[in-house]
């Protein structure tokens, strides 16, 4: 991850013949930088690994032993709690847990009950799945719980030029993670099995926990936590209610064409090693590379068009799939997979920042919060309801539906990209204008 190097300026007046001000050794500037973001790193590394396993590697372990594809769609709600956090987020501001300083109490507070939760799921291999699954959403909703905390911190003792590393080592934490709690602990899940892989990731979220416990949050703060207020969230929330409906259609159409892939794979034969691989490093792997990729692409080709180009990418990869399912292809399969996760990829940066745009207001935090968590909650019924279709009709007739739809979805999204921009742009005419009159 690049880090800044200070360059401290010599003083007032200082010429061939002063002395220097010394500078502080670069590999000294990183390291205090290092030190600085790890304990986000770390938390994020948890935040990867647990839904990793949680919602990523249990649906796939479990369908590979065959459980019908309606029951794998059931643990999809394992990801609820994601897109409900604006519902609680208010206690997170106003309540001060004891012990520890406001934000690391429900840090800690969340990331231990997250602990526990993990341990009692590692002896629940041979439980019915109302009970894994009621265990494993209680540990997501630790997991948001976490998350959401952890975004309030920043907020109020990261200053806004050191925001951007810290969002940097987020991403590598959450895609290492990522990488661990599906690639690692899937694709060698016959040497570990469920109880032990399931105690690697509790006792993983211990041993993150540690490093944040030793912020400085009281010295750091720069003001007050935020007060929560429902009512006004809820209020907002009917206000961007058209983008959520944009968002929500899109995050679900996506989902739809590309997430159940790795199912599909499975029932093509691909082993379950090979698509925890797929899943748990090429995906993330993928999603790093795009994410340095896509910003400078969408400056040179423009948002609108680059999320167009990903988008045709995302619905080819869809019909190649459409081609593996109906001949039997394992290995076109696979081709279309990593299709899809590279031009998916493509899509997460110009996606993100008009939600970013979206968000401008009085309250921008609120804001993000309502268009990810509300339109992640409007996919639910498709993620859910997903592979239950599939197993209806046939991962043919599947994918042939999913196409069109994925489309339809990128063209509104695009749509209203567009004319945001647009508005944009002339809104930023209109100020020219008044600034030129007035001169």
Same mark, same amino acid.
């Given at each position: ?40 790193? /770390? ?9 990793? +396993?949680?919602?990523?590697? @249990? ?29 609680? #987020? ?48 209680? /540990? ?7 998350d959401i905390a ?16 810290? #969002?940097?080592?987020?991403? /590598? ?55 929560? @207020? ?60 795009? #994410? ?30 459409? #081609?593996? /399912? ?13 299709l899809g996760m ?15 745009? +979206? ?52 063209a509104w999204l ?26």
């Open positions: 991850m690049p880090v800044p190097v200070p360059v401290r300026a010599e003083p007032h007046g200082a010429g061939p013949g002063s002395i220097p001000e010394a500078r502080p050794a670069p590999l000294r500037a990183r390291l205090v930088l290092a030190r600085q973001l790890a304990p986000f790193f /770390c938390l994020y590394i948890t935040f990867g690994t647990t839904l990793g +396993w949680l919602s990523g590697g @249990a649906p796939l372990i479990l369908r590979a032993r065959g459980i019908d594809l309606a029951e794998v769609g059931l643990l999809q709600l394992i990801n609820l709690p994601i897109g409900l956090t604006f519902l609680w #987020a208010g206690l997170v501001d106003r309540i001060r847990l004891p012990l520890l300083s406001h934000r690391l109490g429900w840090i800690a507070a969340a990331q231990a009950a997250t602990v526990a939760l993990l341990v009692a799921l590692s002896f629940g291999e041979g439980w019915p799945l109302p009970a894994l699954l009621a265990v494993a959403v209680a /540990c997501a909703v630790c997991v948001a719980t976490m952890l975004e309030a911190l920043v907020v109020e003792t990261v200053p806004g030029a050191r925001r951007a590393y810290t #969002a940097s080592a987020k991403l /590598c934490g959450a895609s290492l993670g990522g990488i661990l709690g599906v690639g690692v602990l899937v694709g060698d899940y016959d040497a570990f099995g469920w109880r032990a892989a399931t105690l690697c990731v509790a006792g993983l979220d211990a041993l993150c926990l540690l490093p944040m416990l030793a912020y400085p949050e009281a010295r750091l703060r720069r003001g007050p936590p935020a007060s929560g @207020a429902r009512t006004a969230d809820l209020r907002r929330l009917r206000a961007l209610m058209p983008v959520v409906l944009v968002l929500g259609a899109y995050f679900a159409a996506a989902y739809v064409l590309s997430g159940s892939n790795t199912l599909a794979l499975l029932d093509l034969g691909v082993p379950l090693s090979e698509v925890g691989f797929l899943t748990g490093s090429v995906l993330p792997a993928a999603n790093l590379v795009m #994410a340095l990729v896509a910003g400078g692409l969408a400056v040179r080709f423009g948002t609108v068009r680059l999320i167009a180009v990903s988008g045709l990418g995302v619905a080819a990869s869809g019909a190649l799939m459409l #081609a593996a /399912c109906a001949w039997g292809l394992p290995r076109l399969g696979v081709a279309a997979t990593v590279v031009c998916g990829g493509g899509l997460g940066v110009p996606v993100f920042n008009m939600i970013y745009r +979206w968000a401008q207001g009085p309250r921008p935090a609120t804001d993000y919060a309502i268009l990810f968590g509300a339109a992640f909650f409007a996919a639910m019924p498709l993620r859910v309801g997903s592979p239950a279709l599939a197993g209806a009709i046939g991962w043919p007739g599947y994918f042939a539906l999913a196409i069109p739809l994925y489309a339809a979805s990128v695009a749509r209203a990209i567009a004319r945001t921009l647009a508005a944009d742009r002339a809104a930023e005419r209109a100020g020219d204008r008044a600034t030129g009159a007035a001169s």
